[in-house]
Structures are given as C-alpha cells and as structure tokens.
C-alpha cells in the first residue's frame, strides 16, 4: 500500500476519459464472437445458434466486501469470480465482461488499477473479453457492478426450476471453507488492532483464507457431464450457503429435499478451524456461502457415471413437495432445512455473521 | 410523497428474497428471443444471426441525480432511457434489460417500486424485457446499475470510429434543453427553499422540464434511415453535450471537423430559458448535454435524401484532422470547439454547473 501511496495520482488529475483511457488501455479482446470491445457506445458480441446468457451482480464496500480484509486486486479477482459463478451456474461458457464502479475520491488511480488487474486476471483464467463498463464518482466509498455474458448450446443451459422427485442431489468441492476464513480474518483483525505489532498466524490457515480472498470456479464440471453424457436436471451455484440454494431448487421445482448431514463435503482444515471457533462445520457449510461449488441434481440412472469422481458427492435427494424439506443428522433424526444466510437488508447487529460476498440475483 | 410515507414497509420486513420477488413479481417477457427472464442464476436471451449489443451505466444518487429535482419513477425511467441510448447510437434495436440497485434503508420497499414502476414505464414504451438484476444494501443513499441488450443485423450496426473526412454532420431534435431545465429545477429549489409557501412556476417550463426530467428517445431515426437507405458512417448518442460527442467521433476516426453555429437546432423555450438565466443557448447545447439525441455521419451524396426530414439537421461536416475542431461563429470566426461538459471527478464546486446523468459507457 505505501507503494501505491507514492505514486498517489488523484482522479481529478485524469479525468474522466483519461481515467477510462488508462484503465483499459491495455485490454484486448480475444473470442471471434466479441465483434467489438470497449470504446464505442456498446460491446458487440455475436453467437452463432447458441443462445446467450447474461448476469449482473452490484458489489457494496462496507456491505459486500470488507477493505481491510480484501487486498484491492483480490477483490477484484473474486467479484469478477462472483459473476461468473452464474454462467457456470447455467452449464454455460463465460464469454465477456462489464465493469461498473462508482469510486469516492479516497481511491487513487493506482487503486481502481489494482481492481482492474484483479478482473483482469480472472477475466484471462477463465477465458473472458473484457468488453465494456461504466466509472462513475460516488460521494463515499466502492460500489462494484459487474455483468457477465456467457453462451450455451440451445438445449444445453440448466435451470434452478426442473429438478424431478427422487433426482439425487450433487454438490462439487467441499463446503464451509470460505465462511472459516472470513472467521480467521474477521479474529486476526481484532488481534492487529489489539497489538499492532502481532504477525498474523495467516500462513497456517492458506486453505480457507485463499477460499475467502480468492475462490476458483468450478470450470471442469461441464465438461466432465459431457464427456460422461450425464444432463443434470437442476443447477445452482453455491453463494449464500448449501442451506439456501437447496431450498432455491426445492422452491423453483416444486419439491421437498432429504439432504444427509454426514455427506456432506468438509476439509479437514474447515473442520478445524470451525473447533478453533467453537461452531459446528455443517453449519458453516449450510450457512456460510461464499463457496462458489455447483449444486445440482441428476437421475438416479446417471448414479454410476458420476460416481467415480471425486470432487461430486451425492448429498441427498429431491422429494416430493409435501415430504418438507429435511436435514438428516447423523444420529438419524430429521429436522428442517433453513436458510438462515445473510440477509441484505437485516441491520448488521441483528446477523449472527456478515458475510462478505453474498449474491443475490433475480 | 405523504401517501407513500403512509405505507411504509422497511426492507427489513421483507428480506432479500422478498424484496425481490415484490419488485419483479408482474414482470412478463414478450420477445420471443427472450427464453429465460428473471428467477435463475442469469436470464437466457437468443439472437438467430444477428449480433448482440450490450451496455451498463451506473447512476450515484448525489452525483448523477438528486432526489429533491427527480421524483423516483421519472428517475427510473429517465436511468432506463439513459441506458437504452446507447442500444439506439450503434442503430441496434433495444431488447432486454437488467437492473442492478444498491439501497440503503432510508428507502422503504414504496420508494423501490416507484422506482421499478419507471424503468418498467420505460421498457414497455422502448419494447424491452427486463430480464434480470441484483438488489443490495447500501451503507448510504442510491446506486442503480443498468445494462441493456440490443441486437442488429451483422452489417447494420454503426460505429463511432468509421467517419470520414467530408461527411456531413447531422443531429436529431434541438439540443440544450435538458440543461435549461436543470438550470429551472435549480432555481425553483432556491425559491422554495427560501419561501416554502411559494408555488413554483413550472408549467411555463413544460418542454424543458420534460426534456431534463423524463426525456424521450429518437426511435424513429433508424426506421426511417433504413427506408432512406442512408446508413450512417458513424453515430453516438448526446449524453455529456454535442461539443464532446463530436470530439469523440473526430478523435475515434482520426478526423477534424467544422460545426456552424447557426445551424446548431434549439428550441424557442430552451432560448427563453437562456436569456433568463443570462447565458448563450448555444453553450447549453454544446457543453449542456443530457439531451439523448442522436449525432451522426452520413456521406454527402446521401444529403438529399435526408433533407425533407423536418427534425434532422445537417450542423457540420468532417474534415481531416489537421484542420483542427472547429466551430464557425454566427460572425464567421472560426473558434475552437471544446468539451467543458460535466466531468465526474473534478470536485463539484470547481465545475461550472452540475449535471444529473452524465454517461461515459467505455
């Protein structure tokens, strides 16, 4: 940060345009259906026979996201991650990027720099034009507003609404691990301000500090089905936690749930630092969100064919309507399912935890 | 405003999920290439050998508008019209639309609504889907972030970049209203501000107050271009005044250019309105912006063509860029034309007068 505040250059000094100018400036665009990138009223994209995803997700410092914890282009990395989690949400391939920021003028123009090469270097791992955008002043703080468009083949997309009774429920990865590090950052934060003069214990935690500061995307599952010739029925990404996306399924498909609570996927790093603070994992993973694995159901026949994997595990099965929607424990008994996920519009105090990254798409 | 206060309902009461269902629960699709609208991870939009146009623009309350000139629905509307505007300046066809807001709780569920009542006022009149978009809390005050999809045949879409030296300059409509009407809202504030019991004198200001509040869009333009069989060689839309568009279409085309004064459209009420407020018309048209008409090239020998067309005006004409930009003065003087539009990070007491909805889409 004090390198940045060396070479400290005020928004004023470049204006609007020279802003704009400077922050792209570098930005090439490279699928043949990006006909037309950033500089001109709008991007141009054209899809021959696919059809054409699109998603947006607005980004609130303060709300969203935490500065003190979020290393500027890490930030950047993991909105733009955010975003994309919904193409792949879809079975879709992100295709190109809007960026929307309103900054204060507490932000240099090194800073909004170190957002762009956050995006930017998601935009390249994942293979996305960074087409267009919008920089705006705002009287105080950083509002992100990114929006991703992606294609799929006609009959290739995936919605959350057509899951099927007695489909099985697939999650990919492990679950909980963002929520232990925002828990790690949120406890070596207290520390710093308590002893400025503390180093950080971060290096013991990398797993689930790099789940919360830098997630991945599950970017191999749609090309596996394929390969396997496995169609799900139903798929969501996981932000808000397992808890609520299930019930998202549940919702759109008109069904109940049976999910087993000794199924679900744990890291053996999540699992301890859930002991170091005294929570149970599941609850981390029902409810702390920010995973950004894929949630999804298959037929039983397609049972075997995912079976092989890994990194999917069948965690239950959807039910009919009136069955409810059940968390079965490990000692056998059943009790229901509830998104007890962040909620935007609850004041601060009244959450048990703030989460960093919550999405909440329409 | 008292009726609203009336039934108040906070955005605690409803949470995330609800709020959002509120907002989106009577919104229907028409196109038939929109397959999928609202309520999954992205909305799915299909375009059968046409290409795709995408544009997002921020709006930051105290920035880009101030809720004590704009009633909530105009502010919907005008934010969807602003966005729309740059759909019509690469002469696409408009199609979806996706909103993104950023609230804090000082607004009540009522107050979103009447937002969303103008942006869906908007979409019907333009024929647009809204398809999708993000609800979030804000620590304070308003963010709305809109992107809208458009699409073009693949040869019919119009950049700002293709001028060349010799076409004519053309604009729709007149220009600097918006800003008198801005310069009226000001004014009428202070009155009312000084003597709460005046009754402000408005009506006399319809036009203006019409063009700043709830501008309308020059649809027409390209219809009736295609049945000319003019295609343009360039366009943008006028958002930041006709002095920096003009700029941008010189300088993306590597051209100069000569604009004659006393071609430049105003109407009569935007010439009251400046000789009121004591300043030349001409400096609301070229630097007042906000007026979402359409500034385009076309080639001479098209000119005859476009003539008999009462609300296009032939302003200028290209010329090669060592000739400089000029602007040719009722006297013939030859003065430079500059871009002294509203300019996002100059602090708001440096500039000469604030504008509510600058645009500066990369």
Redesign the interface.
């Known amino acids: 940060m004090e390198q940045n505040e060396n070479r400290r250059t005020?928004?004023?000094a470049?204006?609007?345009?020279g802003?704009?100018r400077r922050?792209?400036s570098g930005i090439r665009t490279k699928h043949p259906a990006t006909?037309?990138g950033?500089?001109?009223?709008?991007?141009?994209?054209?899809?021959?026979?696919h059809?054409?995803?699109?998603?947006?997700?607005?980004?609130?410092?303060?709300?969203?996201f935490n500065l003190s914890y979020h290393p500027l282009k890490h930030l950047g990395y993991k909105a733009a991650v955010v975003n994309i989690s919904?193409?792949l949400?879809?079975n879709?391939i992100p295709r190109?990027m809007?960026v929307?920021?309103?900054v204060s003028?507490r932000f240099s123009v090194e800073a909004l720099e170190e957002i762009y090469a956050g995006l930017l270097a998601a935009c390249n791992k994942y293979g996305l034009d960074l087409?267009?955008?919008?920089?705006?002043?705002?009287?105080?703080?950083l509002?992100l507003?990114l929006?991703v468009?992606?294609e799929?083949e006609?009959d290739a997309?995936i919605?959350?609404?057509t899951a099927r009774k007695g489909d099985l429920i697939c999650v990919t990865g492990d679950l909980g691990a963002a929520y232990a590090g925002l828990l790690m950052l949120e406890r070596e934060k207290k520390v710093l301000e308590a002893d400025p003069g503390m180093q950080p214990e971060l290096e013991a935690h990398a797993y689930i500090l790099q789940r919360q500061l830098k997630p991945e995307l599950r970017t191999e599952l749609r090309p596996l089905l394929a390969e396997l010739k496995v169609k799900p029925t139903s798929m969501?990404?996981i932000s808000d936690g397992l808890a609520s996306e299930t019930l998202h399924l549940c919702h759109?498909s008109g069904l109940g749930c049976a999910l087993y609570e000794e199924k679900i996927p744990i890291d053996q790093a999540t699992a301890r630092a859930a002991e170091l603070f005294n929570i149970n994992p599941i609850t981390a993973a029902l409810n702390g969100g920010e995973d950004y694995e894929l949630l999804f159901t298959i037929r039983q026949e397609d049972y075997e064919k995912i079976r092989p994997v890994h990194w999917i595990r069948v965690i239950g099965h959807m039910t009919e309507a009136g069955k409810g929607h059940l968390l079965i424990t490990r000692s056998g008994q059943a009790v229901g399912l509830n998104a007890q996920g962040w909620?935007?519009?609850?004041?601060k105090e009244q959450r048990n935890a703030e989460k960093t990254f919550?999405?909440?798409?329409?």
């Open positions: 005020e928004l004023s470049l204006g609007e345009f802003l704009i922050l792209t006909l037309l950033i500089g001109d009223d709008c991007a141009v994209t054209d899809q021959e026979g059809v054409t995803l699109v998603t947006t997700d607005m980004l609130v410092e303060g709300v969203h919904d193409i949400a879809m879709g190109q809007l929307g920021m309103a003028n087409v267009g955008g919008d920089t705006v002043s705002s009287n105080k703080g509002v507003s929006t468009l992606g799929a006609r997309y919605r959350r609404s969501i990404d759109d909620d935007a519009f609850i004041p919550p999405e909440s798409s329409v």
